[in-house]
């Protein structure tokens, strides 16, 4: 099955009252985060199980769709992307030639979907025992999404028992002026809080009286009632 095969599947699983709702949902109007993109109306479920289906693409084919001005083309080489990443039958040079495509192409994963299903899964997989400077390069991008994906990608050390690179990374984007980031850092410290609350907790006492409320609020999510009220409390002091 080829490149055409996949995108026609796609243009045919659409749906044009999902698209209308997801264009709204995912701020596509006009000085949006999302302005301009185009969706056909294709789910997160029904678009994973076609993006399985093509696994034995290449990274160069799946850029095809990767390059698409279609939401969900963009989503479907990713996840399909993702599926051959974490496959057992890979091999390093395949697994390389992803992440490579990745990096060369930020530019095309260009809303917080794209990158939350995908970063972590690939990139974050990818730099668990490497070097992670790239993480550090993009938190002080230019492009809102590449540095939305250096603090997601993250979740995969976070699952590993690393928490070193998200605090980190808290800290240099802790007063980013979008709110895409603020709910990204606050996600991501609460996931650190589930696993360890003194690593949170510790981190929120250094910060809490200049954090930008959304992302306090996104962090503390997980805490007990008496510190959730705490530390909105004193934030209300400030």
């Not at 789910?43 to 969900?72: C, D, F, G, M, W």
């Not at 080489?77 to 990096?103: F, G, H, P, W």
């Not at 603090?151 to 800290?171: C, E, H, K, P, S």
Request: with cysteine; net charge positive; aromatic share 8%.
């Amino acid at each position: 099955m080829s490149v055409t095969a996949m995108r026609n599947e796609l243009l045919a699983s659409g749906n044009e009252t999902k698209a209308k709702e997801m264009s709204r949902f995912f701020k596509t109007g006009k000085g949006s985060y999302g302005e301009g993109d185009i969706f056909i109306g294709v789910t997160v479920p029904v678009n994973r199980a076609i993006a399985k289906r093509y696994t034995h693409l290449s990274p160069s084919q799946l850029t095809e769709l990767l390059h698409s001005e279609i939401h969900e083309l963009r989503l479907s080489a990713l996840l399909c992307m993702v599926e051959q990443y974490k496959s057992r039958s890979s091999n390093a040079e395949l697994r390389q030639q992803i992440v490579d495509t990745y990096i060369a192409n930020t530019g095309y994963i260009n809303n917080w979907d794209l990158v939350d299903l995908t970063v972590y899964n690939i990139i974050g997989r990818h730099l668990l025992h490497r070097d992670r400077q790239l993480l550090y390069r993009w938190s002080h991008s230019t492009s809102l999404w590449e540095q939305r994906m250096s603090i997601v990608a993250t979740m995969w050390f976070i699952r590993n028992g690393q928490y070193d690179d998200t605090i980190t990374l808290a800290r240099v984007l802790c007063h980013h002026p979008h709110d895409l980031i603020h709910k990204a850092v606050g996600w991501l410290l609460r996931e650190v809080g589930k696993r360890d609350e003194k690593r949170l907790t510790d981190f929120l006492d250094s910060h809490y009286t200049t954090l930008p409320r959304t992302l306090l609020r996104y962090a503390i999510e997980r805490l007990s009632p008496e510190q959730r009220r705490h530390y909105m409390q004193r934030a209300l002091r400030k």
